[in-house]
């Protein structure tokens, strides 16, 4: 079992004919077909106006809810450049997609509030913006993250960053710990899915059977995510919090990653997720050690 | 991106919402003229530099002068705004070095009832726009968030549809405002929300917002931040750009589409995405060492850019060692090496470099780098790097 990608997602890719949307759909279409070789995952893509064509073997479609209808896609992988994103995550909620994964970096904040309303009108679950993507290691993957890194297994993996994320993949699968699905969900202010979505599906996943959860300094959604947890989560919790040594007032990369007034400190969330029973590595070499530490400790 | 107070004014008041009147000075005789031309007994002259704290702030070469001033004459004016101009002002957002002050801004002076706090922000969990306002106008607001949060009050708002009349109305209410201020906040209150949605801010905080004595709300101070990701549809702002605010190693980087942060440190990190980059910082920082900068070089890093990156790091005389840190994923870890080696020729290292290398194609591209014969020192993991990075200073 897994959360998000199953052996029933198939995805078509908006904005396949730009550089990056067809590489990364080429990648994923050799993952998916490594894992299941009889299916064909990656069904399509769209581009407007574009319809009609073809892209190395990909159908291309005007609109989402054309490629809904002539190749059953349930799930899309948002390449489309940041001015026309939202739009285009608007156009795959309109035609009903159940999982849309934004790799896209450098939406407008105030796009992103938009499409956040009509997230909450729909039944559509949106991952990122700005966000490698979703792996289900054995399944599929849809986003931009090495396959090979991501061993199958039982711990599902939340993380804000990208080779971060790849660097706790890599960490946990030397250990023997591989992933039952392992989500970016980006490094923006506004984002689709939060920590606190994740926790609750691995939770009620049989499939996994421990949680990491890798975050960053600016707001305050691992604070949120530690309360969680502390009511609600009785699988082991481990952690990160990058940006320890960042100081306030100043963008780290991530248009999120910020800390403002005092707030949004990586030692106030760290804190807060110890005090949820997470454990928390303190130096990032260490991640994979803390997610065997946290299993250890609830199996003693 | 930030603006400067009197950029802030100019726009706000073109979007209907009520500013004092102010004049812009860059030399003691225009800071003279303004106050002339003003007209009143009265006038503040403000410093404008993109940090808080001018009040209470005060200047290196002048240290009983503080950063905002009030005068009663020209010559005042022009006496003060000698001592201003050129100098430089420290105030506790500024850090020790200070801002040059190159602008004033000369303003009328008020009849001041009382100050509020307003502010706009973006409110993440909620994934809106949200209003705050405080009757506690003036201070700080992080403060009276912490100590006495039930005195702000809040208003969510929908972008499409702006900040509803009910709602100013309510919040002007539980302020305790009488009815000429009311009348006055419902005109002022949507209006700057519009202005933040329209523009795409990130922030829009007037603090203190003053009720004058007949009732009217007049924007006392503003402070106007935008989002860089939606510059491309208000590019006009770009002018309002002031270089001077900005660090010029990072203004450097950005040009050549690196993410850089310069910070205090004596280790330089150069590393791909945001999140292992912070992460680099925190490594080094765990086992004794301080970083020098935050730097992503992004996903798709190539000779020129690695060497922009090494000359960028390098610049700052604080380096002592720098910290290469790669997880190759899509963007293979031999190309990497390739950029490096390349960029290592055309820089020339006199400090030691640690590069800790993994992912795609990492063999290949260990093996590029022992046989190159330069002087770079291979790190097998995260820990390993971080030691040999921190210890070939401290050796």
Redesign the interface.
């Known amino acids: 079992m897994s959360i998000l990608v199953t052996e029933k997602t198939r995805v078509i890719t908006q904005g396949i004919t730009g550089k990056a949307g067809l590489f990364?759909s080429q990648?994923s279409r050799e993952y998916a077909k490594e894992c299941q070789p009889d299916v064909d995952v990656f069904v399509g893509g769209v581009t407007p106006g574009k319809g009609g064509q073809e892209a190395d073997g990909f159908p291309v479609f005007n609109s989402v809810a054309e490629a809904v209808d002539k190749v059953g896609a349930n799930a899309s992988m948002v390449f489309v450049p940041?001015?026309f994103c939202a739009d285009a995550i608007i156009e795959s909620i309109d035609a009903g997609i159940e999982l849309i994964v934004a790799i896209t970096e450098?939406?407008?904040?105030?796009?992103?509030?938009?499409v956040?309303?009509y997230l909450?009108r729909s039944n559509s679950r949106l991952i990122g913006p700005n966000c490698p993507g979703v792996i289900t290691p054995g399944v599929a993957k849809i986003g931009?993250?090495?396959g090979?890194?991501h061993k199958p297994g039982g711990v599902g993996l939340i993380?804000?960053?990208?080779?971060?994320?790849?660097?706790a993949a890599?960490q946990l699968g030397n250990l023997g710990l591989g992933q039952s699905t392992a989500v970016g969900i980006g490094?923006d202010?506004?984002i689709g899915t939060s920590f606190i979505d994740l926790l609750e599906m691995f939770e009620n996943d049989p499939g996994t059977d421990a949680i990491m959860m890798?975050g960053?300094?600016g707001?305050?959604?691992e604070v949120?995510a530690a309360e969680y947890i502390k009511s609600h989560v009785t699988k082991p919790v481990a952690g990160?919090i990058?940006?320890?040594?960042?100081?306030p007032?100043?963008?780290?990369?991530?248009?999120?990653?910020i800390i403002s007034?005092?707030?949004g400190t990586?030692a106030e969330k760290m804190e807060a997720l110890e005090a949820a029973g997470v454990v928390v590595a303190?130096?990032?070499?260490d991640m994979g050690k803390a997610m065997q530490e946290a299993i250890a400790k609830r199996k003693g | 991106m930030k603006i400067h107070e009197y950029q802030a004014k100019q726009l706000l008041k073109a979007a209907g919402v009520t500013v004092p009147e102010g004049i812009v000075a860059k030399t003691p005789d225009e800071a003279a003229a303004a106050f002339e031309q003003l007209g009143g007994s009265l006038a503040v002259v403000k410093s404008q530099i993109h940090a808080g704290g001018r009040g209470k702030g005060r200047f290196k070469e002048h240290p009983e002068q503080a950063g905002v001033v009030l005068v009663r004459s020209a010559a005042e004016a022009r006496e003060n705004a000698e001592r201003m101009l050129g100098s430089t002002l420290v105030t506790i957002q500024t850090g020790e070095e200070g801002k040059q002050v190159n602008t004033l801004l000369i303003e009328e002076g008020l009849d001041i009832a009382s100050e509020l706090y307003l502010g706009v922000i973006v409110d993440r969990a909620a994934g809106g726009v949200v209003v705050m306002m405080s009757s506690e106008g003036g201070t700080e607001i992080e403060k009276v968030a912490h100590e006495t949060p039930e005195k702000i009050l809040t208003a969510s708002v929908l972008p499409g549809f702006g900040l509803q009349a009910a709602q100013a109305r309510r919040l002007a209410y539980q302020l305790g405002l009488d009815a000429n201020a009311l009348a006055s906040a419902q005109a002022f209150l949507p209006k700057l929300v519009q202005f933040f949605v329209d523009n795409d801010c990130t922030q829009v905080e007037i603090n203190p917002l003053v009720v004058t004595g007949d009732g009217q709300f007049v924007a006392l101070d503003a402070k106007v931040g935008f989002d860089d990701n939606a510059l491309f549809r208000h590019k006009q702002f770009l002018e309002l750009r002031d270089l001077n605010e900005e660090d010029e190693s990072e203004v450097r980087a950005a040009d050549a589409g690196l993410s850089y942060v310069k910070l205090d440190g004596s280790i330089g990190c150069l590393v791909n995405g945001a999140g292992l980059a912070m992460s680099t910082m925190d490594l080094i920082k765990y086992h004794g060492g301080e970083p020098a900068n935050f730097l992503d070089v992004g996903g798709g890093a190539n000779v020129e850019q690695v060497t922009e990156a090494f000359r960028i790091i390098l610049a700052d005389e604080n380096v002592k060692a720098v910290l290469v840190n790669i997880f190759g994923g899509i963007m293979k870890c031999d190309v990497i090496v390739e950029a490096l080696l390349a960029a290592y020729d055309q820089v020339g290292f006199t400090v030691p470099l640690v590069v800790r290398l993994e992912g795609t194609n990492v063999e290949k591209a260990r093996e590029m780098l022992s046989a190159s014969g330069k002087d770079i020192i291979p790190a097998t993991d995260l820990t390993d790097a971080a030691k040999k990075v921190v210890g070939s200073i401290s050796a």
Do not use: C
């Open positions: 990364h990648k940041p001015p450098g939406i407008p904040t105030l796009d992103m509030v938009r956040a309303e909450e931009i993250m090495p090979y890194i993380s804000k960053s990208g080779t971060l994320t790849y660097e890599w490094g202010p506004i890798i960053e300094i707001g305050n959604a949120l990160f990058a940006g320890q040594t960042a100081p007032g100043k963008r780290m990369g991530h248009a999120g990653a007034g005092g707030s990586a303190k130096s990032p070499a």
